[in-house]
């Protein structure tokens, strides 16, 4: 069984900065991208930004998010962090890290692994 667990959410200020992680472990399968998701307070689930897992880096931004949020990898420690910078509290939403198995499920809340979330409030 495969596990993702992420970290880093808290509460911020406007203009501040936090860095989310999410580690992978277990029988882990084969990834071919991971993806960072988030759920604002009554509102749907939302792609925020993905990396693929292989070879040459590729990186996906929501627009929204664009030119603030930086996502990278670290293959050997099965991990994927969030930069996320000047934070807006339109930010604020459970952040979701989600395994995706192929390129079908990569801007879908259908399928692929998912972790338990973690909550990131933006405000003064």
């Known amino acids: 069984q495969v596990r993702l667990v992420e970290s880093g959410g808290g509460l911020v200020q406007p203009g501040g900065s936090l860095r989310l992680s999410c580690v992978v472990s277990g029988n882990i399968p084969k990834i071919y991208a991971m993806t960072w998701y988030r759920q604002p307070p009554e509102s749907e689930r939302e792609f925020v930004a993905a990396?693929?897992?292989?070879?040459?880096?590729?990186?996906y931004y929501a627009d929204s998010v664009k030119g603030r949020f930086t996502i990278s990898r670290d293959n050997a420690k099965n991990t994927v962090y969030l930069e996320m910078g000047s934070l807006k509290p339109d930010d604020t939403a459970v952040y979701y890290c989600k395994l995706a198995r192929a390129p079908s499920e990569l801007y879908t809340n259908i399928g692929g692994y998912w972790g338990q979330g973690t909550r990131v409030t933006v405000s003064s």
């Open positions: 990396v693929t897992w292989s070879g040459d880096v590729s990186t």
